[in-house]
């Protein structure tokens, strides 16, 4: 009775009759889906929202009109004029029969399997009555396997459902799992049967969340909870941008693990190693738990009421004889919204200074920069979900797998759906593996190389001429430049062929819906920003840009980057990009927070810590940020940090840059507050306080009461309050309320309270002036450091998918720091075979500014003449190698390429 999809497609929308009811369904639809939709109930075993229909458990079996057997409503398209009973007493006994047969040698030990109260077997065998007596045979009595420090299999309780092995192929593409063996002793194993590793497993527990019994279980909650034990709290994950939900389980005031949350809009109940398994960290012993002060060298514990009374008498102190500029902050984009903007606030109200930042400085900062000025708007234009319908996929400076891995599992879909891929990065990454095209560029040629991609759409005529006319400016002149830009001239710049550039430009330029997607690769270089610029030249110059599933997604590295810098810790700019030096937005904060504010810009985080050397920084107070780990040429970091007057360092954990500080304040985790983070998309969601603080308050009540003491009274209740204040000061958050974002969130632009929120930007007008985007002339100035005799390696920084940033956090998770426990540079194996270096053996690797020794990764990855490290691990400080090159229209460093030499031990 299965009806072909494309003949059911024929009609878009229509009726069915569902146990006497109407129903309203849409062609392509399956019985399932609809029911589903209707709140139909529906038994089902192997069925996933995120998998393609299976029909292997036949639980779902369902009665049609005109059908004598019953069908399984999964695999069943609905028709119009279908009439479908999906309970009687057929089903209920074929039902029964099916949840009998699947008992017949599952083990009897409810009581105390880990997947008590959440097991769907159980509840099937509850709501049909099924006893274990009817199908008696032998219990199979397989040994427990737990080769890895995440994943308990218990292949006794496994019902071969192959959710786990489908996730793994058709979500993943990492093909770890597969079924083996026939018939009745069929079991999920892994590939060739070999234990998981981190080089055939990506442990990100897709399996275990799509596992329907205790077959697959978390191992590091094992023991510590059972599903009716624990109290679910949802929240927004703490690591990368993509903004992912999920449930903190608590019980007895700890997390004690990590579930899905299917609901959820980014994510779909889809997770990474990092976000299912990386939350030991909250409850670290190494935390710190109360405030710090430094006396004759050492740390001395103190209370919070001494600690900021100490504090805003020195921060008085300094200002009172060296001037409000001699202080400033930095803020975190770890930190919520609300904290970021109480920074802000602080700085400009209590310190009376512009000099605030935060770490979109060293990351994003070219995003916001370029794009607002291409395109009147310093984000991404348009939805991680429409990635999945994208026909072309324009991958640059981005490695998603490792990087952003759900954001992955959008471009893997639409890869799976057919769209081409274009991969522009000098490592051959997972992506550049499977790409249509890869552009293994030099590093440091990104502006080159997209300014040939353009001149190879305009000589073959493939531009949007309508496009161009009606909603672009500047044309000619970003043409005039381009003509500058012949491919043999590119491809010398790039190291790219020609033929390649050319097949590159016909892939994006005619395909229906081209996206670009780019993460650090493009910003972090000293043309960060006209790098960024470029991508709107090729977005706009096609007219890839203002519709769904086509834009320019730039990936934000850390949770709420796109939140900070929304929310007014930037020198230049008042919350919501406001300029300070514009009078009418100056007058409008001083209104609203009642005191006079500087028109004068202040510095740059960058240019802060180059001025703690010269005393022109005399005070500052550091939020969540590591920049003694993770700014770049940390040997000149180091040193300014030495003469700094009087540092504040506010932080979960010691780090690099607590070492310096006079004063150390218990930051609090993301499970230890209220809040709300901004993903890359520009979705403000929420974060929800789980268990309480260890060190008794969150970031946003230090700050209410270091303002106060400084001298500019802050009382906010609740972030709430944070949040509603935010909304009358800026625009694009003028809807944004705790109340409307409680279980999807809401992307900005979002005005008033009545705006849905805005999927994407750009659909009618640009934000600059008389509506229209702009061409800009870009000119390729190369890397600040290239290779020579001395130093002939080019060093690419970059991330892996187990860590995350300074490693604070990740390596106080005990699997994560067991699967990639230390740092390995990896290398060509013609590099490495040349220098006599072998995996796994020492090396020596020195730039002009500092030398380390590492460990070696022999990889295909790393093409000859390149090394890539990461810089998560405190034993291993890449940037001591790192140069003091920087973007100079941003100050973002250029940490993806300097100039390096290698030796072996």
């Known amino acids: 009775m299965n009806l072909n999809l494309d003949q059911a497609m024929e009609n878009q929308q229509f009726t069915v009759r569902i146990n006497g009811q109407n129903i309203s369904c849409r062609a392509g639809q399956t019985i399932l889906e609809v029911c589903r939709e209707a709140k139909i109930p529906v038994p089902t075993l192997c069925y996933d929202e995120r998998l393609k229909p299976y029909g292997g458990c036949r639980l779902c079996i369902v009665e ?34 099916t949840v009998q047969l699947l008992l017949h040698n599952h083990p009897n030990d409810c009581m105390v399997c880990e997947a008590g109260g959440a097991c769907e077997l159980q509840t099937l065998a509850y709501q049909y009555d099924a006893g274990l007596g009817k199908f008696q045979t032998k219990k199979w009595g397989l040994p427990l396997v737990e080769d890895n420090p995440f994943i308990t299999f218990e292949p006794n309780k496994c019902v071969v459902c192959a959710r786990c092995v489908r996730i793994c192929h058709e979500v993943m593409m990492a093909d770890t799992l597969t079924l083996a063996h026939n018939g009745w002793r069929t079991l999920p194993v892994t590939k060739d049967g070999q234990p998981r590793s981190s080089d055939t497993c990506e442990f990100c527990g897709q399996c275990v969340s799509a596992c329907p019994t205790g077959a697959l279980t978390d191992r590091r909650s094992r023991g510590k ?18 903004g992912c939900n999920f449930f903190l389980n608590v019980k007895d005031g700890k997390v004690v693990r990590v579930t899905s949350d299917f609901d959820a809009p980014v994510n779909k109940g889809n997770l990474c190693v990092k976000g299912r398994y990386g939350f030991d960290f909250i409850h670290s012993p190494e935390r710190i738990k109360t405030p710090l002060i430094k006396e004759n060298g050492v740390f001395r ?45 602080m700085v400009r109200c209590a310190m009376g200074t512009n000099n605030v930042d935060n770490c979109a400085r060293v990351c994003h900062a070219p995003t916001v920069a370029g794009l607002a000025v291409s395109l009147g708007a310093g984000a991404a234009t348009n939805s991680l979900a429409q990635m999945a319908d994208v026909d072309t996929i324009f991958l640059i400076g981005s490695n998603p797998t490792e990087a952003h891995p759900i954001v992955s599992l959008h471009l893997k879909k639409a890869l799976a759906k057919g769209a081409k891929l274009i991969v522009v990065d000098p490592r051959k990454t997972w992506m550049a593996e499977r790409a249509d095209i890869w552009l293994g560029i030099k590093p440091g040629s990104n502006i080159a190389l997209m300014n040939g991609i353009v001149r190879a759409i305009l000589d073959n005529g493939w531009e949007n001429k309508e496009f161009i006319a009606a909603r672009t400016e500047n044309f000619a002149d970003m043409k005039k430049k381009i003509d500058e830009y012949d491919l043999d001239r590119v491809e010398n710049l790039t190291g790219v062929a020609k033929e390649k550039i050319v097949e590159a430009a016909r892939f994006y330029a005619l395909a229906e819906k081209s996206m670009i997607v780019y993460g650090l690769g493009v910003t972090e270089h000293r043309s960060g920003a006209e790098t960024a610029m470029s991508t709107a030249n090729l977005a706009l110059l096609c007219g890839q840009i203002g519709r769904p599933a086509t834009g320019i997604m730039a990936l934000r590295g850390q949770n709420n980057v796109q939140g900070a810098s929304d929310l007014g810790p930037l020198p230049g700019t008042f919350p919501g990009y406001q300029p300070v030096n514009d009078e009418q937005c100056r007058k409008k904060f001083e209104a609203a927070w009642g005191v006079p504010l500087s028109g ?32 770049p040429d940390l040997n000149h970091v180091r040193k300014c940090l030495e003469k700094i007057e009087f540092l504040v360092v506010q932080d979960m954990f010691p780090t690099e840059t607590t070492k310096y500080a006079h004063v150390v304040l218990p930051g609090a985790s993301f499970a230890e507050k209220d809040g709300t983070f901004t993903n890359g998309e520009r979705r403000v969601q929420r974060i929800r306080k789980a268990v309480e603080p260890v060190a008794g308050l969150a970031e946003w009540e230090s700050l209410c009461r270091l303002s106060t003491l400084i001298g500019y009274e802050m009382n906010y209740r609740h972030p709430s309050e944070i949040m509603d204040e935010i909304a009358k000061l800026v625009p694009a958050y003028g809807g944004i309320r705790y109340e409307r974002i409680e279980q999807q969130g809401i992307q900005w632009p979002c005005p008033d309270d009545n705006h849905p929120g805005t999927t994407t930007l750009h659909s009618a007008s640009f934000a600059r002036p008389g509506g229209k985007a702009q061409f800009i002339a870009l000119e390729h100035i190369g890397s600040g450091e290239t290779p020579d005799d001395e130093y002939p390696l080019i060093l690419i920084t970059g991330r892996v998918r187990e860590h995350y940033n300074n490693g604070s956090m990740t390596r106080r998770c005990a699997g994560l720091s067991e699967v990639v426990p230390e740092e390995r540079a990896e290398i060509s194996p013609a590099d490495a075979a040349r220098l006599g270096i072998a995996d796994g053996g020492w090396m020596n690797i020195a730039s002009r500014r500092g030398a380390l020794r590492v460990k070696a990764k022999v990889t295909e990855r790393t093409q000859p003449g390149m090394v890539f490290m990461t810089f998560h691990h405190q034993t291993t400080l890449t940037n001591f190698l790192t140069s003091e090159h920087r973007d100079p229209i941003t100050g973002t460093p250029e940490y993806k390429s300097c100039a390096v030499k290698i030796a072996a031990c």
């Open 225 to 242: 909870g059972r599903a009716m034990d624990v109290k679910k709290v949802k929240t927004t994950c703490s690591y990368c941008g993509t």
């Open 600 to 631: 004068q810009p202040g510095l740059k985080s960058v240019e802060m810590i180059d001025h703690c050397a010269d005393g022109k920084i005399r005070g500052l107070y550091i939020l969540g940020e590591d920049p003694a780990h993770t700014d």
């Open 301 to 345: 514990q103190a209370s919070w009421d001494e600690a900021l009374t100490f504090t805003a008498r020195r921060f008085k102190e300094i200002i009172a004889k060296y001037g409000h500029d001699a202080v400033g902050g930095f803020s975190s984009s770890r930190c919520s919204n609300e904290e970021n903007y109480l920074v802000a606030k």
């Open 64 to 97: 049609i009109n005109g059908s004598e057997q019953p069908q399984a409503s999964c695999m069943t398209y609905v028709q119009p004029g279908m009439t479908v009973t999906t309970e009687s007493e057929r089903l209920f006994a074929l039902r029964k029969n």
